[in-house]
């Protein structure tokens, strides 16, 4: 029994399931989560989180379960793991991501592909799941966890920005909860969100009120010494320092790393002693072109010689070389990460060594040079950028950065932190002058240092560089034989504090010799002390040149006070006059430059003057003036000591002021003022700290505030501001010292002089407020810094003065400013209250009330004038967040303070900020934040607020509610219209909604109290809520169905379906209005109605009633629903090809409103019923449009859409605009498809809605304001257009006609006339000259309910595209229905398969059956003419279907064939509108046997007349064509035909059994008869225009003949068969029922149809003759319709055309082995009208006989056999060339590619070649398995069809001698491209019929081997004229006999 669960709720998939055999189961992928519903003994119920809808059964042993929570328990719970937020949210982005990935993979390679995209996401997605991998491994410190839900969350964010996802707001990287913040606030974090994600920027969105991160003041160069490649062969030391290559000077430190002698990668000291890390450098530092130089020291012997391998007992420091390395920007500002840079060594002279740096920048290349070296590297570094404070670096570097050393920046950094101790004094030796003492040479100098104290005692305190210890004393380098040497090297002294006072530096010089074994001699030293004798200051900063005293013996040296009190500087030694210990050397010096970087000492006298000035009292005017030019620096770094002695001085011990106390006031404002400076900004909490702990004057208090209330005085009557505004700007701290003055006083004194306080300081902002009503221009900027600095002097007030008195203060100087001020003013007072919003002050009832009054009553009042629009939004939209916060504290009732400062908001701010809103540009910048305030404060309104703003609006009268809540609608109608949001902000706009949707039900309070019940009825009103309702329930964002389901279950849970409630309100209100309902009819009918195609059941079932409302309220009052009728059409037809609405829809309305009118029964019943099923129609027909608007494939469907529609709009509804719209969008159809003679059809439906009158219609899209003959001539020049471009030109004439009785009779334009009558001859000509082609005609069945309705069961004519082909058309109709199925049957198909959800398709050819056209009657008229009609104009079409009826002959199945006739009818004629119509009407006619074969006869008759009647007025065209066509209807006449015809029809028996079909057979007697008198007129003509090499051909023909004359006379015993034969003339045919020129034979001659409509041969014999394959002989199709269309080789198959078709079962079975074989014959035709050349070329060699393979009956069945081409293969892959000689054909065969199967396939059967003694005669007619090429360039049947297989249309033969050719195709030989063909030989005689070229037999008897069939070709063939070959091409078919309104009589 399945239970619910309860502590199994959510889980992983850790394997796939995937049972189908399990009844219910859940498909399941790994990794899937999935909710438990229920548990059954091992299994659960359930569904997966990707699809909630389908839920299902799965083991539980497949689920990992999982910790989760359960959110709105219940029916719509939602359950969450109880995870991470960051690691569900990474889950669920990689799970939506996934999806979108795999969409664009599909894309790659198409148009829409993006590989730059799918590289980006795929990169996104591994670093995501990477991360999340990491976080969930919980083994990452919290700093590193909170880094790295950073990077996710903003890899997420900018994953989301660029696939169009929604932006989510974040706070600190935590999504926000919209729930738990204010609209405002939620606006505020979307902003913030947005520019964080579009600046890839690591700080995600975080609320307004946050701080900005601030602005990185420190930055740091870590530092690392990779390799050094260079050998010296002694000890080195390498210094690193930075080089300021602009200043020319260096800002660091020196970093020291030493080298033994082996070599750097040997050496290792101590672990980072090759790194370091440069700090303190500020902004302008990696602004200016830094360089690193390395400074490279050997340290070893005086002269280094690779040779002395002995130890050196000195180590002299030598001058090496140098290395430079640029730090390129990219660098410096951290952009590449750790950077590694190589640098070669530079070497120069000892004495440039010191400048060889600024000698390599300067590329002052003749003083320095390249050291060689071996390796190609030579010194290699790295280096990376940190930014930040040094120890937060450190931590986010920890692997980087910890146990570096550090080297520290020359000088104090930009920053300068309080906790900072440093007392460092940095030594440069510069240079010296020493004397030579005797030598030739120059001495060998070495300095040494050493650090003293008072005693004498060394001090570990000097530093050659950092990295290494401090040492005593430090050694220089030793310039060789350089008495004025030049050092430039640094050092640095670190010397306690507690001994620096004592201390001294002394330098002693020595010269080192060469020899080993000399000791250094001291010859000389200096000193230099670091303090004055006072001890106050230090040894100024800057270059001093020290006195050299001579001393050979260091003893001497061991009491420093001997020397400490001899002038150490040498300017202060030229005017010493007392005696010394030490000899001063005048000519000896040496230059030192110092620079004291200390925190704890100074060397500016002014500030010692200040810190003691109680030893110089009178001085003290003087030293406070001098303060301000002490050095920022040095102030601060004593600043406890400098306000201790200034508040000394401020005031006496009972509080008086003093003399001084004004100077003191300066320059507290002075030093205030340097904390404002961003160098000093972090000494404030040092300030902080001196306040709450240091500072003791309690009673300055009133002296301060008297100071600054004097200069608040002072203001207005003094230019100078200056003092003014830094006092101003420094109110914050001095209102610090005033409060902690006044506690400390109170403290003491136990509260006294409390009023006298408060006194004070009303007395002081009185004065603020005097000054800031000024309108003085000199004090604005004053005004404007005490507003800017106000609230830190509020913010102090309050911890001595409640927030109320406070509160008071504040908006006294609020009000006191003047509205109508300055700009500058107007923002500074915002500010100002923008600032005490944000203020403690706020949170207090008391004091939020009274600022919230005057805060309100300013932005009001600056809203109006439309002033600082922004900041007034920034205002208020701090106002509406704290408000909202305040009011989150309370989870139940409010307290009366609350709801008094949300009525205080609305009442003042509600309807100004409506205003604003309406009038402000959606592009505005504060637009977004006054929407984001509206909505704000719509939120924090209740039910009671809403009340009391009707009523405060009612108070002044109705208009002005009136006016409050039409502007309200309109606001909100915009917003939801046009959104002021962005698409991606999904949060903010469904808050938004939601907050409208709450609003939108209280205004509907006042809508039905004031302006519906009352009488005051406001149809304005009431229609743009009702226009806002349907806006809102119809914006894009609303609409679930678009939403992935995970986003669309999230909002259901969140708001539910906001559409459903918008529908219910709309429907409550609208059962509200009642008797109103008239008035928005029609203007509400179409929103309505696209409020009721919102795809949401529920929502469609409430609101679909609405309508029945409207039509009886219509009704009623007019007495029809005409207006709503025709108003829901309109829109119906726009909002559905909006992609609005589905066939659910549909039957919702047809339903829902038919059982209204059911169920109320109202008078209007039956005009509603058909109104509600003429609207289902429309819908179906729009549905049915919209359907197939997309692809090129549809455009058959969307013609067929767009008819049903425009004949709905005419004959239903009278919608003559709608009707007049859809006529263009047809014909816009038409044009692009080529159907230029359908497009004209379709323009002239309009033009039949214009009349020749000049009343002026109105301008559209199309046309411009014209009268009606105006635009009826314009359409008219259109549609003349496309039926030029169509070859119509038969219709263009009358229009033409019509325009030409305008021009000359009514409009009297000669011109026009004579341009119409120019183009109505043109188009005469065209109708005898131009090139057409008669497109086939096709039955199309649809057949299953899968099809679509405009389809479904129906039966359509197609006329096919010109050139088609049935294989052609068949895969078109294919490709536009590619889930259908082809039916291979042509029978009717069954209710199976018409109730069947599936979709088939039957196909089948059908011919055309032409009216009789009164027209022609009695006149003789041109082939040309009538051959149009033949094909055009037409609605009735045939389609024949074998059947056989009674027992089968095998040996003569003529007994038994009947023709089954279909005549179809369509509903229009064709062409028309469409290239399709609908069948209306179709009957079925029997024709018997004998009345079958009098068809094929006669139509066989007619062709050879045809042919005779051509060749008589062109004898010199090729003679083939004649030839051929008469050899082969004479040798199947005589071998079978027509004894085939004797046995089955002239029997005894036949009329016995057969009595009604006796008038069949005497009818083809005579047809047979007058068969042979046309063949003996033909060879008349035939051996009177034959070459001389085709001679023998005609005298053995004449000869056949005679035999064929003599069987006729004998079976018809009619008088015919009596005549002469001496001259073989023949009587000429009868006239046809319309006389044609016979001037031009061509013109007579006429196409024929398939084998079906086609003369049959006579009966063969059953033995020995050569067979072709066939597939079936039970159809009828046209000559073209053939699968292929091949250039070279058309070769005709009836076969393809009968495979369309069916024929019975029990034929195909009987029959196939009682067929013997024959050969077939082929000849050359063009569908596509190729040159003349190839054609005549192919003429010449395109006959076989081919011996097909045997074949089994299956493969038989499913294959098309054709003759073979080994040799030639058409690219197209449908037919190949024939071959060029019988040895070629022989045994060889090719397949085609087969058409879909049908049903009842004939089996094809392989042809052999054989030998025999007895040549049989030939078997039953059937078709090649070859199919037709093209349309008959030949006729296919005419020329071998109809006799390819040994028969023929009267006997034998060809059915048309003469190549036929198709309107559009060239003739089909030209004298210019013909070739003589050579001559062939004269065949065998004991061939009974010869084979010629291009008249292949039909029927033959095969005596001979395959040798002996040679081809014979004639050699001097005459070719005519182009244009008579052209007329005989054009013109030789036509409609077959049997489908003429008048057969021609019998002879």
């Known amino acids: 029994m399945w239970t619910p669960t309860k502590n199994q709720k959510y889980g992983v998939v850790i394997y796939n399931f995937d049972q189908d055999e399990v009844p219910q189961a859940l498909h399941l992928d790994v990794g899937e989560t999935v909710q438990v519903l229920e548990e059954c003994r091992g299994w659960y119920r359930g569904f997966s989180t990707r699809n909630r809808n389908v839920k299902g059964i799965f083991p539980a042993q497949f689920i990992h379960l999982k910790p989760f929570k359960i959110d709105n328990e219940g029916l719509y719970e939602t359950v969450t793991p109880v995870e991470d937020p960051v690691v569900q949210e990474a889950a669920s982005v990689l ?84 729930d738990a913040v204010s609209v405002v606030e939620l606006h505020q974090v979307h902003v913030q969100s947005a520019e964080a994600s579009q600046s890839h920027s690591q700080g995600l969105g975080t609320l307004a009120k946050r701080k900005e991160r601030r602005k990185v003041l420190s930055h740091h160069l870590f530092f690392c010494m990779r390799d050094f490649s260079y050998h010296l062969g002694e000890d080195a030391e390498i210094f690193f320092s930075l080089y300021d290559a602009q200043k020319a000077k260096f800002i660091s430190e020196r970093f020291l790393v030493k080298l033994s002698k082996e070599g750097f990668s040997n050496y290792v000291e101590k672990i980072h002693s090759n790194c370091t890390i440069f700090t303190d450098l500020g902004s302008g530092d990696l602004a200016s072109d830094l360089y690193i130089v390395a400074h490279v020291v050997r340290v070893g012997r005086m002269l280094f010689s690779e040779s002395v391998k002995k130890m050196s007992s000195h180590n002299y420091r030598r001058p090496y070389g140098i290395a430079l390395f640029r730090l390129a920007q990219s660098v410096l500002q951290g952009g590449e990460g750790e950077v590694e840079l190589t640098g070669k060594l530079f070497t120069s002279d ?44 450190t931590k986010e570097n920890p692997l980087l950065l910890k146990n570096v050393c550090v080297t520290k920046k020359l000088g104090f950094s930009d920053v300068i932190m309080p906790g900072d101790v440093r007392n460092d004094l940095y030594v440069t030796l510069n240079s010296g002058e020493f004397e030579r003492g005797g030598k030739s040479v120059g001495k060998n100098i070495e300095v040494t240092v050493l650090t003293l104290d008072a005693e004498g005692q060394a001090l570990q305190a000097i530093y050659s560089g950092m990295g290494h210890e401090g040492t005593p004393e430090y050694s220089s380098m030793i310039m060789y034989h350089n008495n004025s040497p030049r050092w430039n090297e640094r050092l640095k002294v670190a010397i306690p504090i507690d001994q620096f006072a004592g201390a001294h530096l002394r330098l002693e010089y020595r010269h080192c010799s060469t020899r080993e074994r000399n000791e250094k001699k001291l010859f000389g030293f200096s000193f230099v002390r670091l303090m004055d004798d006072d001890g106050g200051t230090t040894l100024r900063d800057g270059s001093h040149e020290l006195c050299v005293y001579k001393c050979d013996e260091r003893g ?66 003087e030293t406070l003036s001098r303060l301000t030019r002490v050095d920022g620096a040095e102030t601060v770094k004593f600043l406890q000591d400098v306000l201790d002695a200034l508040f000394a001085m401020f005031s006496t011990d009972d509080g008086n002021s003093t003399q001084h106390s004004g100077h003191v006031f300066q320059a507290l404002v002075f030093i205030f003022s340097l904390l404002e400076d961003s160098k000093f900004e972090h000494f404030k909490p040092v300030m902080d700290a001196y306040i709450t702990g240091h500072f003791a004057a309690a009673l300055v208090y009133k002296g301060l505030i008297s100071c600054v209330k004097h200069l608040s005085d002072l203001c207005p009557q003094t230019e100078k501001q200056e003092a003014i505004m830094r006092c101003f700007r420094s109110l914050e701290y001095i209102f610090k010292f005033i409060i902690q003055s006044r506690l400390l006083f109170a403290r003491a004194t136990g509260g006294q002089n409390e009023d006298s306080f408060r006194v004070d300081v009303d007395s002081l902002f009185e004065s603020f407020a005097h000054m800031l009503n000024m309108h003085l221009e000199n004090i604005q900027a004053s005004q404007v810094t005490l507003l800017e600095h106000l609230q830190g002097a509020c913010d102090q007030l309050c911890r001595v003065l409640s927030p109320g008195e406070v509160a008071n203060h504040l908006s006294n100087l609020f009000n006191a400013t003047p509205v109508e001020s300055t700009r500058d003013l107007t923002r500074a007072k915002l500010h100002a209250m923008k600032n005490s919003v944000n203020s403690p002050i706020y949170d207090d009832d008391e004091g939020r009330g009274l600022l919230l009054e005057t805060i309100c009553t300013h932005l009001r009042q600056h809203l109006d004038s439309r002033l600082e629009l922004t900041l007034c939004g920034e205002v208020l939209s701090d106002i509406v967040i704290l408000t909202h916060k ?34 402000l540009e959606r592009s505005a910048p504060s637009s977004g934040t006054l929407v984001a305030c509206l909505m704000g404060i719509l939120q924090l309104m209740g039910e009671s607020h809403y009340s009391k703003l009707w009523e405060a609006h009612m108070i002044s009268g109705t208009h002005h509610l009136r006016h ?69 329930l119809t914006q894009p964002c609303l609409q679930l169905e678009h939403f992935s389901q995970q986003k669309r279950h999230k909002v259901l849970e969140r708001y539910n379906d906001m559409r459903v409630l918008m529908g219910f309100q709309i429907l409550s209100m609208w059962r509200e209005l009642d008797d109103h309902r008239l008035h928005f009819i029609p203007g509400m009918v179409g929103p309505f109605l696209e409020v009721t195609l919102v795809p949401e059941p529920e929502l469609r079932k409430a609101t679909l009633p609405i309508f029945f409302d409207m039509m009886q309220a219509e009704q009623q009052a007019k007495g029809s629903f005409k207006q709503v009728e025709t108003e829901l059409i309109d829109k119906l037809d726009i909002l559905v090809s909006e992609n609005k609405g589905d066939d659910e829809y549909r039957q919702l309305f047809n339903t829902i409103l038919l059982e209204r009118v059911r169920s109320n029964d109202p008078v209007w019943r039956e005009s509603g019923t058909a109104f509600i099923n003429s609207v289902t129609r429309l819908l179906e027909r729009l549905l049915d449009y919209r359907n197939v608007m997309q692809g090129d494939e549809n455009c058959d469907k969307r013609m067929s859409c767009t008819v049903n529609l425009l004949n709905f709009y005419k004959n239903e509804v009278n919608r003559q605009e709608m009707y007049i719209r859809y006529i263009y969008k047809l014909h816009d159809l038409h044009v692009p498809a080529g159907n ?26 199309l046309y411009p304001a014209q009268t009606e003959t105006q635009r009826k001539e314009l359409i008219y020049m259109k549609i003349i257009d496309n039926f030029d471009k169509g070859k119509c030109w038969e219709q263009g004439i009358p229009l033409l006609e019509e325009l030409a009785t305008q021009y000359r009779t009514r409009l009297f334009d000669y011109q026009k006339l004579s341009e119409v009558l120019k183009r109505q001859a043109t188009f005469y000509e065209k109708i005898l000259s131009g090139k057409r082609y008669d497109n086939e005609y096709f039955r199309v069945g649809f057949y299953g309910l899968g099809l679509p309705l405009f389809v479904r069961n129906k039966v359509f004519i197609y006329r096919g595209l010109e050139y088609e082909q049935i294989g052609a058309f068949t895969q078109r109709i294919q490709t536009e229905f590619p889930q259908a199925k082809m039916l291979s049957h042509n029978t009717p198909p069954d209710d199976t398969i018409r109730s069947s959800d599936a979709q088939y398709i039957q196909i089948c050819a059908v011919k055309t059956l032409t009216e009789p056209n009164p027209m022609f009657d009695g006149v003789e008229v041109d082939e040309r003419i009538l051959k149009y009609y033949s094909n055009n104009h037409v609605r009735r079409f045939v389609y024949d279907r074998p059947t056989y009826r009674g027992p089968a002959d095998k040996d003569n199945e003529f007994k ?8 179809y009818t369509t509903e229009f004629e064709l062409p028309g509108i469409l290239k399709w119509f609908e069948v209306v009407d179709q009957k079925m006619d029997q024709l018997c046997p004998p009345q079958y074969a009098c068809e094929t006869v006669e139509r066989n008759n007619k062709q050879i007349r045809q042919i005779t009647l051509h060749y008589r007025a062109n004898p010199q065209d090729n003679i083939q064509p004649f030839t051929m066509r008469l050899q082969g209807t004479i040798d199947a006449a005589v071998n079978g035909g027509v004894a085939k015809y004797q046995d089955a029809f002239f029997g005894p028996d036949y009329l016995v059994m057969y009595p009604e079909n006796a008038d069949h057979v005497n009818r083809l007697k005579v047809l047979l008869s007058d068969q042979t008198m046309i063949l003996e007129n033909a060879l008349d003509l035939h051996g009177k225009i034959a070459p001389s090499a085709n001679q023998p051909l005609h005298r053995r023909l004449v000869d056949v003949f005679e035999g064929l004359r003599n069987k006729v006379r004998k079976m018809c015993s009619t008088p015919q068969s009596q005549r002469s034969t001496s001259s073989l003339q023949s009587t000429p045919p009868p006239p046809p029922t319309h006389r044609r020129a016979d001037s031009d034979p061509a013109t007579e001659f006429r196409r024929t149809g398939s084998i079906v409509n086609s003369p049959l ?5 059953d033995k020995g003759a050569v067979s072709t394959s066939s597939s079936s002989t039970s159809g009828h199709s046209s000559q073209r319709s053939s699968q292929a269309s091949s250039l070279y080789a058309h070769f005709h198959s009836a076969s393809h055309d009968d495979e369309l078709y069916a024929k019975p079962q029990e034929w195909d079975s009987g029959i196939g082995s009682q067929r013997d074989s024959r050969p077939r014959s082929a000849y050359i035709s063009d569908s596509r009208g190729s040159s003349p050349k190839s054609l005549s070329k192919s003429l010449n060699n395109d006959y076989m006989i081919v011996p097909p393979p045997k074949l089994s009956d299956e493969s038989q069945r499913w294959r098309h056999s054709r003759p073979p081409s080994p040799h030639t293969t058409r690219s197209s892959g449908i037919h190949d060339s024939l071959n060029t000689s019988w040895s070629d054909s022989h045994g060889s065969e090719e397949s085609l590619p087969p058409l879909p199967p049908r049903v009842g396939e004939r089996q094809t059967r392989s042809v052999s070649l054989g030998g025999e003694d007895d040549a049989p005669p030939p078997v039953l007619p059937k078709r090649m398995g070859k199919k037709c090429a093209s349309p008959a360039m030949f006729g296919c049947d005419q020329l071998v069809g109809d006799g390819v297989d040994g028969c023929s249309s009267s006997g034998g033969g060809l059915s048309n001698g003469f190549p036929a050719s198709t309107p559009g195709t060239p003739p089909l030989l030209s004298p210019r491209n013909h070739r003589t063909p050579p001559p062939p030989p004269i065949p065998p005689k004991s061939i009974s019929t010869p084979l010629t070229p291009l008249s292949p037999p039909t029927c033959f008897s095969l005596n001979t081997s395959a040798e002996d069939l040679t081809p014979t070709m004639p050699t001097n063939l005459y070719i005519g004229t182009l244009d008579e070959t052209q007329h005989s091409l054009l013109e030789n078919y036509s409609v077959p006999p049997r489908l003429q309104p008048h057969p021609p009589p019998s002879p």
């Open 1657 to 1661: 041969p006579p009966l063969p014999s």
């Open 964 to 1032: 409050l809540l039409h502007s309200t609608i309109v606001l909100l109608a915009d917003l939801v219209r046009a959104a002021v949001f962005p698409s991606d902000w999904f949060v903010m706009r469904m808050v938004t909604n939601y907050t409208i949707l709450a609003a939108m039900q209280e205004i509907a309070q006042p809508l039905i109290s004031t302006f519906l019940k009352q009488g005051r009825f406001d149809n304005q009103l009431w229609s743009s809520y009702l226009n806002l309702a349907v806006g809102f």
């Open 1456 to 1463: 038994n064939l009947w023709i089954e006739r279909i005549t």
């Open 1236 to 1261: 230029f003679t359908e497009a004209a059809f379709t323009l002239q439906l309009h033009a039949n809605q214009l009349a020749w009158t000049q009343r002026m219609l109105h301008a559209d899209h």
């Open 886 to 919: 305040h009011i989150k504290k309370y989870s139940h009732k409010l307290p009366a303070t609350l709801h008094q400062d949300v009525e205080m908001i609305m009442r003042t701010l509600f309807d100004v900020v409506v205003q604003v809103i309406l009038t």
């Open 556 to 621: 001497r040296l061991s009491n420093p006070m001997e020397y400490l009190n001899m002038p150490f500087l040498s300017k202060e030694a030229v005017d010493c006059i007392y005696s010394l210990p030490f000899q001063r050397s005048p000519k000896e010096s040496i230059i030192i430059d110092t620079l004291l970087c200390s925190t704890k000492l100074t060397q500016n006298v002014d500030l010692l003057s200040l810190l003691r000035w109680r030893s110089t009292p009178d001085g003290i005017g």
């Open 350 to 393: 000892e004495k440039d060594f010191w400048q060889l740096p600024e000698l390599v920048l300067k590329k002052q290349s003749n003083k320095y040079s390249i050291m060689s070296n071996n390796a190609s590297y030579g010194l290699v570094v790295s280096v990376k950028v940190v930014h930040g404070e040094l120890e937060q670096a």
């Open 95 to 178: 799970r939506e991501w996934g999806q979108i990935w795999k969409n664009l993979y599909v894309l790659l390679g198409t148009s829409q592909g993006d590989q730059e995209l799918w590289d980006a996401v795929r990169k996104a997605m591994m670093d995501v799941a990477d991360w999340r991998k990491q976080l969930i491994t919980g083994t990452l410190t919290s700093d590193q966890i909170a880094q790295l839900k950073l990077k996710i969350t903003s890899k997420i964010d900018w994953g989301n920005r660029k696939l169009g996802l929604d932006l989510v707001p974040r706070v600190d990287g935590e999504m926000v909860d919209p």
